[in-house]
């Protein structure tokens, strides 16, 4: 069964702090790694990742992606309470259902003042 | 640019009532549309998804039902709702390629978020 599992599930630092995200995943026919932010409702796409060892930055967010070893990190530096959400990571697949998302459960980040 | 609404934003029903969320897009054609659940303390779970009018997928056998009557247009039905059945549900798209190209990107609407009590 594909799976993709987050951790940690949640996490409380303080604003200045850096943090890192972890997702890592075990599916059939990966083809590429999403993450989203989740403040009070809609997901908002952050990064998509299809090649290894390959940063994607924008602002104080960056992600890299390690298909050898099936995980994504996803850093924040210099957090600002702004930053609190929960931060979802999704694999999609090659092929079966058409662009299909498999989710994690979700890291449920809190920067404090 | 595109956008997607979803309506209503927010709904209690009773137990054993209907049910119709609509979800429409702006901006783009022939997209890729889904519905998923957020349960509380569980990840996002797709329910259905369609690739065009008329077309639907069903993900996870459950007591709900998804339309496309329109390109642009997805509606989630139910004919009597079940405790089970709360939670909050996102509809979101993705960009349909030629050739049967497709791609992972997804964008969420704003969510209803559904009490069944």
């Known amino acids: 069964e594909d799976k993709v599992v987050q951790s940690p599930l949640s996490l409380v630092v303080h604003e200045g702090d850096t943090v890192t995200l972890n997702c890592s995943y075990e599916?059939?026919?990966?083809?590429?790694l999403l993450w989203y932010k989740q403040e009070k409702k809609a997901p908002t796409f952050l990064f998509m990742l299809t090649s290894s060892g390959i940063e994607k930055k924008s602002g104080r967010l960056s992600s890299i992606l390690d298909k050898k070893e099936l995980f994504s990190i996803l850093n924040i530096t210099a957090t600002q309470t702004g930053d609190s959400a929960v931060y979802l990571c999704a694999v999609g697949l090659y092929g079966g259902s058409q662009g299909n998302l498999i989710f994690g459960k979700g890291t449920k980040l809190s920067v404090k003042p | 640019s595109q956008t997607i609404h979803q309506w209503p934003a927010t709904l209690v029903q009773p137990v054993g009532s209907p049910l119709s969320l609509e979800c429409t897009v702006e901006?783009?054609?022939?997209?890729?549309l889904y519905w998923y659940r957020q349960a509380a303390g569980r990840g996002l779970q797709l329910l259905f998804y369609s690739v065009g009018i008329g077309q639907i997928s069903s993900e996870v056998p459950q007591n709900l039902s998804a339309s496309r009557p329109q390109d642009r247009q997805f509606i989630l039905s139910s004919k009597k709702l079940l405790l089970s059945d709360s939670g909050f549900y996102l509809c979101a798209w993705s960009v349909r390629g030629l050739g049967g190209r497709h791609y992972n990107e997804q964008f969420f609407g704003p969510g209803t978020r559904l009490t069944v009590l």
């Open positions: 599916v059939t026919n990966f083809r590429s």
């Open positions: 901006g783009t054609s022939n997209p890729n």
